[in-house]
């Protein structure tokens, strides 16, 4: 295995800090460990050659594979099911009363490989039912990395992914393949879901703000500033009302936080 020296350390630190937020400065063992193999098969012999390579380069191929060695993808359906009961039996019959216009903006920021986006997609449909035609009810979803978005936009899944689901998603809103056992997300469940690529550090000049947003088990990777910096961004991007959605093992500076605290990893923009 490779080692790393300081120097190189710490300028591969400050660069994913400054691009993508991403806080590494406690992690020199993770980076060595994952990152040696991907350097010896780049061809190159020593770190400083590969951070040179990334730093001077910034061929978008070589720092998504950074990237990705660096964070966790690790996700399901019904992933801290509480939100997605509170999103299902307390913000959605507040949207339906309040959206006259019948337009719901919702965001799963940080999607990785689709799970979060199509489970939200699900419960728009059950809960909607007969009136979901009426309502224009597509979910954003972003990531940076394009590797899990590829994945998310092919939306065929391991069986083991869906256990969390509740009884008769499975068959209802998926397609069981017969030859290999793998799931794909029913058609009108996958068209409800745009996914485009957003890098969390650049600033949110979407369309229109957002009624709620789910950020989970994103934010782990930031450090304080970082993290504090994205949440006012948020706040600027929800509407009177709107809520912010947060992994569970995450927290929000209080001090400094703009939302309402609600109930644990759930935020609240004052109407």
Not at 43 to 49: A, L, M, P, R, V
Not at 206 to 212: C, I, N, T, Y
Request: aromatic share 14%; net charge positive; proline share 4%.
């Amino acid at each position: 295995m490779l080692t790393i020296s300081t120097q190189d350390f710490n300028r591969l630190v400050t660069f994913m800090k400054g691009s993508y937020g991403i806080d590494l400065s406690k992690k020199q063992q993770l980076i060595v460990g994952r990152l040696s193999r991907t350097i010896a098969e780049m061809g190159f012999s020593t770190f400083t050659e590969y951070v040179d390579h990334i730093l001077n380069k910034k061929n978008p191929q070589d720092i998504e594979v950074l990237i990705n060695k660096l964070t966790t993808n690790y996700t399901f359906f019904m992933r801290e099911k509480t939100h997605f009961d509170f999103f299902q039996k307390t913000i959605l019959p507040w949207l339906e009363q309040t959206k006259k216009n019948k337009v719901l903006s919702i965001w799963s920021a940080g999607c990785s490989s689709g799970e979060e986006p199509y489970t939200i997609s699900m419960i728009l449909k059950e809960y909607f039912g007969g009136r979901y035609g009426s309502w224009d009810t597509r979910v954003l979803a972003t990531d940076i990395s394009q590797r899990v978005l590829g994945t998310a936009q092919n939306a065929v899944y391991e069986e083991e992914s869906l256990k969390d689901l509740p009884a008769g998603w499975a068959k209802k809103y998926f397609r069981k393949s017969k030859d290999t056992g793998l799931y794909t997300v029913s058609p009108d469940i996958k068209a409800n879901v745009i996914f485009r690529t957003f890098n969390l550090m650049d600033p949110i000049q979407f369309r229109l703000k957002f009624d709620v947003i789910f950020c989970r088990n994103v934010m782990i990777y930031f450090d304080g500033p970082t993290k504090d910096a994205l949440v006012n961004r948020f706040f600027n991007a929800t509407v009177p009302g709107g809520y912010l959605l947060i992994g569970h093992s995450e927290g929000l500076n209080k001090a400094n936080n703009p939302y309402d605290y609600i109930m644990p990893a759930t935020y609240r923009k004052k109407l």
